[in-house]
């Protein structure tokens, strides 16, 4: 099936009666038979009900100056039931252009949900591709430059190597490029990769990765804490997925710290969940509402080049196949960035 | 002196790899046609053996059979850009000894061959 979406909005269709609206309709709607038969004793009804007021009236056919009153009554009969026709038509149209008109909404809504879905797995297929194609050339280009570091080691003097230098430059840009196509590569494959299920201790998680980079915290001068309220039941799911995406979270917040400042990572349980919240204290997101899409980078200079813009995609793709939450925000008040993980709490099926 | 036959279709990596080998004091021979290699394979004597898996007309897991089959004890390496593909398990059931990511860890890869020649 394929749905494709114009520049000028979603592609809207008018269902037709058969498309489903037809079961919406009112009984009166449906079957002519029922209607007439429903009009003869509408009109019966009528007949017999101005029969009475003309009976209470006294006005009886043959009391003399009456004798018109038979064509009255047929004639106020006849037109009570056009009105109550009438106004039972506009209404049943009233209720139908309703339900086409919600039925209509419903269409946009799954066509947009569609067009969304393609447009994620278009994006996927496209950073894997490209992600393949890139590794390739990428490969010749590291192992050259690692030909030129070897063959400058040996032939240019310590004090005045330039081409030792430079060659090491050309290895570092390469390793830098190959991790960014890990990163396009990692956010390909968050859809398509079944999660292992594994008992996780989110803490432990966020301890061990926190642990890790103890060095890089302490070389920029920010302080880093981990603080767990009392003790955090597992979640359910992929290990060295919901490492990564704690990983990733804390690489960003380690990012945006200023020297001197600090990470805090806090861990708590709320009803059936697990909560995880990185802040930091640096200059918060520039648009939070845009963080997860792919391709954002926050713009800030502290960010530095190098940066995919994958990043957080790859983090909600991984909290949401846990039937997870994320939420990204600026802290009130100081204003640096706050990320909030929830994570159902025991096994997930 | 250990001979090394390196097969990939792009010449830059198989010309690199090859320099790279040479000055780690190996004969290395680079491929740029898998079926040359495969050729090369079943002629002579060969030591240890790096190959890509993408390659037009002869697949990496070809070539890493072959080996298997006409060198037995020879340390097999695969070095692939589709590191998540079902060829590099292929690779590994076909008698791969390790399967390495492009663009690869040369100090990584110069262990395991040195591991390996000397099992």
Do not use: C
Not at chain 1, 207 to 225: H, K, L, N, Q
Not at chain 2, 71 to 83: D, I
């Amino acid at each position: 099936v394929s749905h494709s979406i114009p520049a000028s909005g979603p592609a809207w269709t008018i269902p037709l009666a058969s498309d489903g609206v037809e079961e919406q309709r009112p009984w009166y709607r449906r079957d002519w038979i029922t209607m007439v038969a429903g009009l003869a004793l509408i009109a019966t009804a009528n007949y017999l009900v101005f029969e009475i007021v003309l009976h209470v009236l006294g006005w009886h056919p043959t009391n003399p100056g009456t004798h018109l009153t038979y064509e009255a009554r047929l004639l106020s009969g006849i037109s009570a039931t056009a009105a109550w026709v009438a106004w039972r038509a506009h209404a049943s149209e009233r209720e139908l252009m309703d339900a086409l008109a919600r039925e209509r909404a419903r269409e946009a809504a799954r066509s947009l949900e569609v067009w969304r879905t393609e447009q994620a797995e278009g994006l996927a297929a496209f950073a894997r591709v490209l992600a393949h194609e890139l590794r390739g050339p990428l490969h010749g280009l590291t192992l050259h430059a690692i030909v030129l570091q070897r063959a400058a080691q040996r032939l240019e003097a310590p004090g005045d190597a330039v081409v030792r230098p430079a060659a090491d430059v050309i290895e570092g840009e390469a390793r830098r490029m190959g991790a960014l196509v890990d990163d396009y590569l990692a956010y390909a494959k968050t859809a398509d990769v079944a999660l292992v299920r594994d008992v996780v201790a989110l803490d432990v998680v966020a301890s061990e990765a926190v642990e890790a980079r103890r060095v890089a915290f302490a070389s920029r001068g920010v302080t880093v804490t981990v603080e767990a309220a009392s003790p955090v039941p597992p979640v359910s799911g992929d290990r060295a997925r919901l490492a990564d995406a704690v990983e990733r979270v804390l690489e960003h917040a380690l990012a945006a710290a200023p020297p001197g400042g600090h990470v805090d990572v806090s861990l708590e349980t709320e009803g059936g969940q697990v909560v995880l919240v990185v802040t930091d204290d640096g200059p918060g997101f520039a648009d939070p509402k845009a963080v997860f899409r792919p391709f954002f980078t926050s713009g800030a200079s502290w960010l530095g080049p190098g940066r995919s813009g994958f990043g957080f995609a790859v983090v909600r793709d991984i909290v949401r196949a846990h039937r997870g939450e994320i939420a990204a925000r600026n802290v009130e008040g100081h204003g640096g960035a706050r990320v909030e993980i929830r994570l159902p709490r025991g096994v997930v099926r | 002196m250990k001979r090394v036959l390196v097969v990939d279709d792009d010449p830059a990596a198989a010309e690199g790899l090859r320099l790279l080998l040479r000055s780690d004091g190996y004969d290395a021979i680079a491929f740029h046609d898998a079926g040359a290699a495969l050729a090369r394979l079943g002629a002579d004597s060969i030591d240890a053996v790096v190959t890509d898996l993408e390659m037009p007309h002869v697949h990496g897991v070809e070539v890493v059979r072959a080996a298997r089959t006409t060198h037995p004890k020879a340390p097999v390496f695969v070095v692939t850009a589709y590191t998540d593909s079902p060829a590099a398990d292929d690779a590994l059931e076909a008698g791969a000894d390790r399967v390495f990511a492009k663009p690869l860890d040369y100090d990584a890869l110069s262990l395991e061959l040195a591991k390996g020649l000397a099992r």
